[in-house]
């Protein structure tokens, strides 16, 4: 049997309905674009990677006495720790150093490491270890963990006073010092708020717990408006709500506000009087300032006097001959990513002379 069949005719719509949708078409388009855009609009940036690595660089980790931590290692050569700034279950991470690894590895074998309960880090295995003393812990068994023996010892703000106590616990495992952008209370930059703590206070309306207000606070601490970039700031807030460091800052702030003070004060002290009664750091120190520092400038100074700096230097410069200050124009707390260039030349300069007059 043959069959044929008539094709079916498609009726021409009538002009209302392809203009309706033509509507509706676009309408659709624009809902899938707001789904898309973020708060203010635009598109979404790229998601953050799993272990939040930025500028290209390659994380790793290691296990330091149960603790997974996160680090990155370039380079050859003489072994360089860098230690990055911020507190515990907080912002900042190894991220901080993406703009000076690679200058720095073409003449050391750099290690940058999150520190314990910070970035990519563990937690600390015993809750009393979320202290100075903790983190000087996981740092020195970090060194030990990875056989690097004598390193050079680079720290920023309070990475910077975790590299100090280090040195002045363990000596004979750090060939020379730097601290960047010493930490607040290391010492104070004086009685009152700094001109940070105002900016802060005035222009950072969201909280500290979001994206936005971590944005604003670095922005502030910033000199320049290209210090950090939306690959860095997406992903330093991110780490900061992982759920081992929302675990961090709630256990912290826990703890008795009075003790854990008079602990920190305490242990603080102690290295103080190491370095300036006994002694006990005789390598190379360099400290390194940003001049327009606005944590270390107080709102009523009308330029920066630099106190806390200043004290630092006499601490560690009392029975040490061999200590420097390098101070950096325009430059805010983060000068190493404000002028890469300029900082790895001046660590370069000062390792390689002391290294000429040991």
Not at 97 to 113: D, E, G, N, Y
Not at 295 to 303: C, K, N, R, V
Not at 344 to 355: E, G, R, S, T
Request: aromatic share 8%; charged share 20%; proline share 7%.
């Amino acid at each position: 049997m043959t069959m044929t069949t008539t094709p079916h005719r498609i009726p021409a719509r009538a002009p209302g309905l392809r203009r309706r949708r033509a509507l509706w078409t676009t309408a659709l388009a624009a809902v899938l674009l707001v789904a898309l855009a973020g708060p203010r609009g635009h598109a979404q940036a790229p998601p953050v990677s799993k272990d939040a690595s930025v500028a290209g660089l390659e994380a790793k980790f290691v296990d330091v006495n149960g603790v997974r931590t996160r680090y990155y290692e370039h380079g050859q050569g003489e072994p360089m720790v860098l230690v990055h700034g911020g507190g515990r279950g907080t912002t900042s991470s190894a991220n901080n150093w993406s703009p000076v690894i690679p200058l720095l590895a073409k003449r050391f074998h750099v290690f940058a490491v999150d520190k314990s309960a910070a970035g990519m880090t563990g937690n600390p295995l015993d809750d009393r270890d979320l202290s100075s003393e903790g983190e000087v812990k996981h740092m020195y068994r970090f060194i030990q963990t990875m056989n690097l023996g004598p390193v050079h010892l680079v720290g920023h703000s309070s990475g910077g006073a975790l590299a100090f106590y280090l040195a002045t616990e363990h000596p004979d495992i750090v060939k020379t010092l730097v601290v960047v952008s010493q930490g607040p209370e290391m010492p104070p930059a004086g009685d009152g708020p700094t001109k940070h703590d105002v900016a802060q206070d005035s222009t950072c309306k969201a909280p500290q717990t979001t994206y936005e207000g971590r944005k604003c606070r670095l922005e502030l601490l910033a000199h320049t408006p290209t210090t950090f970039d939306e690959e860095f700031l997406r992903a330093d807030s991110w780490m900061a709500d992982l759920p081992k460091s929302r675990t961090a800052r709630a256990k912290y702030a826990a703890m008795p506000a009075k003790e854990r003070a008079a602990r920190t004060a305490a242990y603080r002290q102690r290295a103080w009087d190491r370095a300036s009664k006994e002694g006990v750091l005789q390598m190379p120190i360099l400290i390194y300032v940003g001049k327009q520092d606005t944590l270390a400038w107080l709102a009523s100074e009308p330029y920066a006097m630099m106190r806390g700096e200043l004290g630092f230097y006499n601490i560690v410069a009392a029975k040490n001959p061999r200590v420097q200050m390098t101070i950096v124009n325009e430059a805010g707390h983060f000068p190493y990513r404000e002028h890469p260039e300029q900082f790895a030349a001046d660590l370069i300069d000062f390792i390689n002379f002391w290294n000429s007059h040991r």
